[in-house]
T-cell receptor, first 107, second 118 residues
Framework: KNEVEQSPQNLTAQEGEFITINCSYS?????LHWLQQHPGGGIVSLFM???GKKKHGRLIATINIQEKHSSLHITASHPRDSAVYIC?????????FGTGTSLTVIP | GAVVSQHPSRVICKSGTSVKIECRSL??????MFWYRQFPKQSLMLMAT?????????EQGVEKDKFLINHASLTLSTLTVTSAHPEDSSFYIC??????????????FGPGTRLTVL
């Protein structure tokens, strides 16, 4: 069993749609991270959060520590949002990664 | 924000040769760097944790004699794939931890190196 589970695995949306990606984890954590990986492979850290909610532009990340669950929302999605979104948790020194959600936004 | 670079971005080599990949933190000092590999359609797998000035800690199943890691300075860690074979072909990503001894762990990722062994 993976420490981090993401859903859905794949997601196709029309431009402008509101998108939600979910992440559940089974370990105690000090922080949860949302990462974005573009087709070229490079990874960008979107959010690091340990409680509540964070917003950056059209991206919103929430976490419920009691339920061990986090969501990443994208409002007014755009084709340039197409990427793999990875949830990762850090109980301590290392990360546990989800398998990622592949998002395709169609114009 | 903190920037991590990797060099080269892609490398193609013949089977049996050794390949060195560099990971640099450009605008901060990284006491700890992490090396990951990623196979197509799969998530990142931690290979080893590299601490400046000490030996790397390898994850179970990762051959330390095959994947040599050197963290010679606070801004540079290198991964050398020795006697590379086609099964070593993968995407290798490093990350650097910005601070230690604080409640949160924040890591910044390099752009990755795609290794193809013929």
């Amino acid at each position: 069993k993976n420490e981090v589970e993401q859903s859905p695995q794949n997601l196709t949306a029309q431009e402008g749609e509101f998108i939600t990606i979910n992440c559940s984890y089974s370990v105690g954590i000090s922080a949860l991270h949302w990462l974005q990986q573009h087709p070229g492979g490079g990874i960008v850290s979107l959010f690091m959060l340990s409680s509540g909610k964070k917003k950056h532009g059209r991206l919103i990340a929430t976490i419920n520590i009691q339920e061990k669950h986090s969501s990443l929302h994208i409002t007014a999605s755009h084709p340039r949002d197409s990427a793999v979104y990875i949830c990762a948790v850090s109980p301590g020194n290392q990360f546990y990664f989800g398998t990622g959600t592949s998002l395709t936004v169609i114009p | 924000g903190a920037v991590v670079s990797q060099h080269p971005s892609r490398v193609i080599c013949k089977s049996g040769t050794s390949v060195k990949i560099e990971c640099r933190s450009l605008d901060f000092q990284a006491t700890t760097m992490f090396w990951y590999r990623q196979f197509p359609k799969q998530s990142l797998m931690l290979m080893a944790t590299s601490n400046e000035g000490s030996k790397a800690t390898y994850e179970q199943g990762v051959e330390k004699d095959k994947f040599l890691i050197n963290h010679a300075s606070l801004t540079l860690s290198t991964l050398t794939v020795t006697s590379a074979h086609p099964e070593d072909s993968s995407f290798y990503i490093c990350s650097a931890r910005v601070r230690a001894g604080v409640p949160y762990n924040e890591q910044f990722f390099g752009p990755g190196t795609r290794l193809t062994v013929l």
